[in-house]
């Protein structure tokens, strides 16, 4: 088989810088949407009042999950990140070609 198994290495770590700004991005507007909502709910009563707290708290709930994947995703990419830095060292070092 000649098919050939690549990493782009600066990619990768452009990708990992990405997830991180994005997921600082997503913790802020979570925080600010709930300063945001906690000045409308603190003068609103009533059904609707309860139906969008309600509706609010799943997607709170939602959006932290998708902030905690993000997370994840993030510190996979890192991790393989530096296994693949590792790695080309590693070789590099066998073949004799460390310092170029």
Known sequence: MT????V???HLDTVTAQLESLNG???EL????EERIAVVQRDWSGAAADAHAATHAQWITAAAMIHGELAKVKTAAAAALSSYDA???ANLSMLGRSGQ
């Not at 098919?3 to 690549?6: G, N």
């Not at 979570?30 to 949407?33: G, I, K, N």
């Open 87 to 89: 790695g080309t060292a």
């Open 3 to 6: 098919d050939q198994y690549r």
């Open 8 to 10: 782009d290495l600066a």
């Open 30 to 33: 979570l925080r600010e949407l």
């Open 25 to 27: 991005f997503v913790e």
